[in-house]
């Protein structure tokens, strides 16, 4: 272990010097958690607060990892600097492997103005958000000037993307058929531009009359309206349109000062979640596990209510 | 407002005594929390621990809906009582319809003997699984022989279905192609049966490969080999097979004494879940709206880290 991994005042100084080793340790660490990760954290928090950030989310199948890569390399193009960031399915065949080889495919790879890093889904899904986000105030703090989180669409949480990235983008394809049912009102409120990928293949002016008609059903906590762009990831048509639709997205955000009530939002959310965890590991350490088990077992035969088994294991008034 | 809703006691006497407007008043009550839900379930609960429950999930368009139709006029068939949960995923367009339509479809409305109702996922995940779980618990304690819980998968917190269901189905289609990385790990390692629907129509025979290949990568915590049923929901074929597994499976979780383990394990859960949101509770009424609110300022805009402002809200020894 080198001294910079000990330190993280020294790895987060490497990191931002350019050093692109020490930049994939410091992700690995914050990804990590713990006390060296906020240790990391303090020192970066800081610095962060300037990237354009962008949740992309979809089904699967819907084209997202390619559309990151045309989108990266469209940025790159341009001269900024790029963070992707993907939430895995993790599923036992495909691995992880699926983004970085969409990514390879785009000549990104190599490329020190790219960092490419998937997450894993296994574990906690609370614990999974809060990952990301200090992957992103890393990434952020670091200087990248776009990140890309890419989440897999169609779950319970899906919703989760919007308390990571100020404005998210919903990848669907022509056809949605059968999978309208799929893309719940959630979403629909939460996705601030619509993309109708694989445009080239089936009729993506459905998709799009389908998309405008839930759009008019679905209410918005804001005024802005969310356009729906055409893409076609394969050949990179719309790709530079979807870009614009971003910039758009965040000049709207600043100028009406939400992108400050965005962060003082999350910033309350994650308070309020550290202040529930903190709560919950001091109580767990005055509470022996015989009288768990005890409490457990009695819950489980059901001979005593949950409020009742939370009142003997925590209700004692002045405790 | 009868008298019955204000008392929970009578509610749930009619109910068990087979008022069908009484039962669906009570799932109400229960679906809605709060304290008379409290009630309600206090008198529930030692009445239940009898059902067969059984958790089925899969991507959209998989035809579970149209399946569980046809598992509950089979079970009906057999003179067995049922209650069907859909966790609904409240697309404007299709609305919570779609389940009840089945259901329609398989001349079961009307039918004493099955009790249906959709879930919508608006607002909290976690919120959503206890609500599932007291509703089952309510079905439990008034008698349904077998208790369906409908989830959407393919999404972040899938897995969850198995912290509501000891006995979990995946229904997936032929030609699972792109969608095979929608199918992650978790869910593999907590389904104790799959099904290949729509088996009449592509190759089902290669999907059961497929599935079997994912299988033997995956890792239990049992020695239960998941059987692989083929079905048509569309014509019943394969639903009686399927029937026959849930029993198999139930049959070795009583054998193994893993049912009391798995009720053990999710009283444990909701213990831990009610602990966390009691302290959270305490806490929140003792910090002020304005000590809140000047703490979040000082993260969101990074002059504070998040540790240093939960100690400054809890962090005081002797509080």
Redesign the interface.
């Known amino acids: 272990m080198s001294r910079a991994e000990l330190d993280p005042e020294l790895l987060v100084c490497q990191a931002r010097a350019g050093d692109v080793r020490a930049r994939a340790r410091l992700f690995s660490l914050v990804e990590n958690g713990g006390l060296a990760a906020?240790n990391a954290?303090?020192e970066l928090?800081?610095l962060?607060?300037h990237a354009c950030v962008v949740g992309i989310t979809g089904?699967?199948?819907a084209g997202k990892s390619t559309l990151l890569g045309r989108m990266a390399a469209e940025l790159r193009r341009h001269g900024q600097t790029v963070a992707i960031f993907a939430?895995d399915?993790?599923?036992?065949?495909?691995g992880g492997a699926?983004l970085g080889d969409r990514i390879r495919m785009q000549d990104l790879h190599g490329d020190p103005g790219v960092f490419v890093r998937s997450i894993s889904?296994?574990g906690a899904?609370g614990g999974?958000a809060r990952a990301v986000g200090d992957l992103v105030v890393t990434a952020d703090a670091l200087g990248y000037d776009v990140i890309l989180v890419e989440?897999?669409g169609?779950?319970?949480?899906?919703t989760?993307i919007a308390r990571v990235a100020p404005t998210v983008v919903l990848v669907e394809v022509p056809h949605l058929?059968?999978?309208?049912?799929?893309?719940?009102?959630?979403i629909?409120e939460v996705t601030d531009i619509f993309v109708v990928n694989k445009a080239d293949r089936g009729d993506a002016d459905q998709a799009v009359a389908?998309l405008r008609?839930?759009l008019s059903?679905?209410q918005r906590h804001d005024d802005w309206v969310p356009p729906i762009v055409k893409t076609s990831a394969t050949t990179g048509d719309g790709v530079p349109r979807l870009l614009d639709a971003i910039r758009d997205h965040r000049a709207y955000l600043q100028r009406e000062g939400r992108l400050?009530a965005w962060?003082?939002e999350?910033?309350?959310a994650?308070?309020?979640a550290?202040?529930?965890d903190?709560?919950?590991a001091q109580?767990m350490a005055r509470i022996s596990s015989e009288q768990?088990d005890a409490?457990?077992?009695e819950?489980?035969s059901?001979?005593l209510?949950?409020?009742s088994?939370?009142d003997r294991?925590?209700?004692e008034p002045g405790c």
């Open positions: 906020q954290l303090a928090a800081p962060a607060n089904p699967p199948g939430i399915p993790s599923s036992p065949l495909t699926i889904t296994r899904v999974l989440t897999v169609a779950g319970q949480d899906e989760a058929g059968d999978d309208v049912q799929a893309i719940k009102a959630g629909l389908i008609a839930m059903l679905g400050e962060h003082r999350r910033a309350r994650d308070l309020l550290a202040v529930r903190r709560l919950f109580a768990l409490l457990v077992d819950v489980a059901r001979r209510d949950l409020a088994a939370v294991l925590i209700g």
